[in-house]
């Protein structure tokens, strides 16, 4: 992750008792490896909750430098946002649309992704009332039981001639509940032979399989379209194989004051951990208001000046405390920048020591952590 190690000559975020580094050249190599392995499928990009936490506006913007020209969100306050950076982007939204907002999406030229025969004629009429066909995606069922038409009732809608008037429909859909296992796994193949029998009732239409993982599978997982998200931000979308993405997101703390334990003694709340004496020890600006998980006391590492160091205690609202007993002296003092998420702690490892995914921590990184945006050794940071 060069760009993120060139920004440490940089003075950290003064106001702020960590920050987060954005490595935008690195979001931007992982687009161009996902598209160029899903080609000749079009690649497209899932930048739902503030694109995983990394802020919406600077993703979306690279992206587009990038030939990215679709994207999918989650609701239709994201799609909004989403339209006022890029004008002429193709966005979808997954979770559909509403009577509230079915206006909303129609004026702004938005895409909902309908996922039930309700939300098919509510576009369908809304389509109507502006007279002229309203661009869509529809969504199939094809096991994960969460959003989409059921088999049946897609079989039921799809026997009726007249339930295209007014629709455009520019994606026929299904999403994979289970890729991230690989390349063996039964519900997948099950949820493809299934897709490929329901989407004969709309050949025509071009289909959009793949997220993350279902990109870096294989053809039979893609479809004509891509939508990958978790693999954009350089975190692994599979259990137990290797993919080819770059670090993205690291996230720093400021120490703020370094003490050796004199006596034998406890170390924060509850007194979860005992200090021997001469244990060294860095108390750091984050906590789980900035989304570092409570969990991760006792339990995680971080990275001081290079070297791997305990987490331990426990993680409190707006602090944490590692033993850095191991980093020397010279290294360490009030101000200097402790690793916590990246480089030589994996975001999946961190992830797996709060017994949670990297999408939980990405997307649960505060609001307060301030990101910095890194490109060719350049960064513009975001309060």
């Given amino acids: ?3 993120v190690g060139a920004s440490r000559a940089l003075p950290p975020p003064s106001v702020a008792g960590g920050w987060v580094d954005v490595d935008l050249a690195a979001l931007a190599s992982n ?40 994207f999918f969100v989650a609701n239709a306050h994201e799609a909004l946002a989403l339209r006022e950076l890029q004008p002429t982007a193709q966005v979808y939204v997954f979770n559909g649309v509403g009577v509230a907002d079915a206006p909303v999406l129609a004026q702004a030229g938005l895409r909902p992704v309908l996922n039930s025969a309700e939300q098919v004629t509510l576009w369908r009429d ?80 071009p289909t959009s399989i793949g997220n993350s993982a279902g990109t870096l599978l294989g053809p039979a997982t893609r479809g004509d379209l891509v939508r990958p ?27 703020l004051q370094v003490r050796t334990v004199g006596a034998q003694g406890s170390v924060g709340y509850g007194g979860a951990f005992t200090a021997a004496p001469g244990t060294r020890l ?33 993680v409190s609202m707006d602090l944490l405390t590692l033993d850095v007993s191991a980093v020397p002296l010279a290294d360490i003092r009030a101000g200097t920048a402790a690793t916590l998420i ?9 992830a797996a020591a709060a017994q949670t995914i990297p999408y939980e921590l990405l997307t649960g990184l505060g609001p307060r952590l301030p990101r910095r945006y890194l490109s060719d050794g350049s960064s513009e940071k975001k309060s």
């Avoid at 990246?342 to 961190?350: A, D, I, N, R, T």
Wanted: hydrophobic content about 45%; charged content about 20%; aromatic content about 6%.
């Fill in 126 to 205: 809304q389509a109507q009332k502006g007279g002229a066909p309203l661009p869509c995606a529809v969504h199939v069922d094809t096991g994960m039981n969460r959003l989409g038409l059921g088999a049946e009732d897609w079989r039921a809608l799809s026997a009726d001639a007249g339930w295209r008037d007014g629709l455009d429909v520019q994606l026929l859909m299904t999403h994979l509940a289970s890729a991230h296992r690989g390349d063996e796994d039964a519900l997948t193949a099950r949820q493809v032979s299934a897709f490929a029998a329901l989407r004969e009732a709309l050949p025509e239409v």
């Fill in 342 to 350: 990246g480089g030589e702690v994996p975001l999946e490892e961190v």
């Fill in 1 to 3: 992750m060069s760009s």
């Fill in 229 to 255: 998200g978790i693999a954009l931000y350089g975190a692994n979308p599979f259990d137990t194989r290797d993919h080819p993405m770059r670090e993205v997101a690291r996230v720093y703390g400021r120490v």
């Fill in 282 to 314: 860095a108390t750091v600006g984050v906590g789980y208001a900035d989304g570092y998980r409570r969990e991760l006391g006792n339990r995680a590492h971080a990275s001081v000046a290079g070297v791997r160091v305990p987490v331990v205690g426990r």
């Fill in 31 to 70: 687009y161009r490896t996902l598209a160029r392995l899903a080609a000749p499928a079009q690649c497209a990009a899932t930048v739902k909750a503030d694109a995983y936490g990394l802020g919406l506006a600077s993703v979306v913007n690279r992206l587009w430098a990038e030939g990215c020209r679709c």
